[in-house]
């Protein structure tokens, strides 16, 4: 299976956090980067180091039970919109991030707005409840935000303080020992709350599929993999978003988040079916060592290492396919839909470029988000005639750095 998602979120809400939890939870990496220290794979700009907060989006390949999950880390910062919109683009789910300290903020509902523009399938993640903060209070928050939302996991405390997840459609309870996972009781004062929340899920997902529907109102236990099909199917279509709990910082369910991208959101297939190669340029970044980088998402097709590709301006020839994670590029024997490619010394590439094989595909058939007009554009001309050898490169990195 492969998931691509763009995690996407207020600054500050613990995406980057969270995305190298997951690289050093599924063994990625040796050890866990902070982003307090600039050590985290997908904050890896000079400037995203500087400032402890991302600039531009980081791309986390992950391996996780046999599958692939590619990680779009989007900045959260609503001045970084070009990398926001192209993350989304190029994903096939939106994983929004939610502070559990301040709950629904402008970026929040920003990039959810974007995420259903494009009619993409949504979930929240709420992060840092390690810090404290109403999880159910912020339930409600969400429902009235952003619609359906399906709280699929509460909140374990133990003396005060947040320890793990009360599992609702399974009715377990999970504590975190340094990241490692235990089943434990229900406590005895959650029993109660969390059948609640067990039977208004159960509900909510009934609700969205007539046969179902019929045999819960007809006396007819509802159960196992019929409700888990219409619960993944409900996500995929957009009629409910489920919401997860987990904190990078406190090694708390970290794993169960990549369980449910791989279980309830679409895969590139199911958004894209079958067919000749298509990808998108998502984004392009210049590198000192590696010149100008594009970045793709191949929606559909397969790609091996010297396959071509049509563009408008001309055929793009891919001698070297490679994956990136965060500053580096891994080179890969084969590429299908859903991967996300750095393609280094790709001057002639430039963000929203569509690539394709076969014939033209239409407009429709490629994600598209529309960029916002700038508030106040200013041109620039330089004083007299540039007379210096190179003078335009610096000027022509910037000019596409903009644009990017
Ligand atoms: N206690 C606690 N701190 C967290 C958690 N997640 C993130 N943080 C801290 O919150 C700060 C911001 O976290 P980031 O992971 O950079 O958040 P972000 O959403 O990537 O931020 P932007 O890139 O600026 O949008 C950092 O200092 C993290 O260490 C959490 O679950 N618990
Ligand atoms: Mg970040």
Request: glycine share 12%.
């Amino acid at each position: 299976m492969i998931r691509t998602v763009a995690l996407v979120g207020h600054a500050g809400s613990g995406k980057t956090t969270l995305t190298e939890a997951l690289l050093f939870h599924t063994g990625a990496k040796e050890r866990m980067g902070r982003v307090e220290e600039g050590t985290t794979t997908t904050d890896y700009t000079p400037e995203a180091r500087l400032h402890r907060t991302t600039v531009r989006t980081g791309v986390a390949p992950l391996l996780y039970r046999g599958h692939r999950v590619f990680l779009l880390d989007a900045p959260g910062y609503g001045d970084f919109v070009g990398e926001i919109r192209g993350a989304l683009e190029a994903a096939d789910a939106a994983l929004v991030a939610v502070s559990a300290e301040n709950g629904v903020q402008v970026g929040t509902e920003r990039a959810w707005t974007v995420a259903e523009r494009l009619g993409l399938a949504r979930m929240v993640v709420v992060t840092k409840l390690d810090k404290g903060g109403d999880y159910y209070a912020l339930l409600e928050d969400l429902r009235s935000t952003l619609g359906p939302i399906l709280p699929i996991d509460l909140p374990l405390y133990e003396g005060g303080r947040w320890v793990g997840l009360i599992d609702v459609f399974h009715g377990k309870a999970y504590r975190y020992q340094e990241g490692r996972e235990v089943e434990v009781a229900v406590p005895e004062a959650e029993r109660e709350r969390a059948e609640r929340f067990r039977q208004e899920v159960l509900e909510a997902i009934v609700e969205t599929d007539e046969g179902l529907l019929e045999k819960y109102l007809e006396g007819e236990e509802v159960t196992g993999e019929a409700l888990e099909k219409a619960f993944h199917e409900a996500v995929r279509k957009g009629l409910l978003y489920p919401v997860a709990l987990a904190s990078g910082e406190a090694g708390i369910g970290v794993l169960p988040l990549l369980d449910l991208i791989l279980e309830a959101l679409p895969s590139p297939t199911e958004r894209f079916g079958e067919g000749p190669p298509l990808a998108k340029v998502f984004k392009v970044q210049v590198d000192p060592f590696m010149g100008q980088v594009a970045y793709l998402r191949l929606y559909r097709g397969r790609l091996r290492p010297g396959d071509s590709l049509q563009s408008e301006a001309g055929q793009v020839r891919l001698p070297h396919l490679h994956v990136p994670m965060g500053k580096d590029l891994l080179e890969v024997e084969e590429a299908e839909a859903g991967f996300i490619l750095g393609v280094p010394k790709a001057e002639s590439l430039h963000r929203g470029m569509v690539l394709w094989q076969g014939s033209r595909p239409e407009s429709e058939e490629v994600p598209f988000a529309r960029l916002p007009e700038p508030t106040c554009p200013w041109p620039f001309t330089p004083r007299g005639a540039p007379t210096r050898p190179g003078w335009g490169r610096p000027c022509g990195s910037s000019w596409r750095k903009t644009r990017a």
